[in-house]
Nanobody, 125 residues
Framework: QVQLVESGGGLVQAGGSLRISCAAS????????MGWFRQAPAKEREFVAA????????AYLDSVKGRFTISRDNAKNTVTLQMNSLKPEDTAIYLC??????????????????WGQGTQVTVSS
């Protein structure tokens, strides 16, 4: 069984920064590409960023390019999303997921098999 646990969310003013992390446990949990998605109330889950197994390839939602950075530390079984210049429209629950199906990464949530419970990010104007 694989468990993903997000942390680091919170309330921040527009223009501020947050760093959220995803800790994985379970066998080979860090051998796969990983991704961050977000979900706002009454909206579908939206791709934010993805990273390949070794961290060499990344992808971002257009609206977060240049502001967000995804990284991973396989030795510590963690994936991190550094979020700068936050905007009110970034407000959502952020979830990390494991993608065992598509390489080097996937922006499609149906390719992901395990998800964390999410961490709330709220950006005030």
């Amino acid at each position: 069984q694989v468990q993903l646990v997000e942390s680091g969310g919170g309330l921040v003013q527009a223009g501020g920064s947050l760093r959220i992390s995803c800790a994985a446990s379970g066998r080979t949990s860090m051998s796969y590409p990983m991704g961050w998605f977000r979900q706002a109330p009454a909206k579908e889950r939206e791709f934010v960023a993805a990273i390949s197994s070794n961290g060499g390839d990344t992808a971002y939602l257009d609206s977060v390019k240049g502001r967000f950075t995804i990284s991973r530390d396989n030795a510590k079984n963690t994936v991190t999303l550094q979020m700068n210049s936050l905007k009110p429209e970034d407000t959502a629950i952020y979830l990390c997921g494991r993608n065992p199906l598509r390489y080097p990464y996937s922006i499609d949530p149906t390719d992901y098999d395990y998800w964390g419970q999410g961490t709330q990010v709220t950006v005030s104007s």
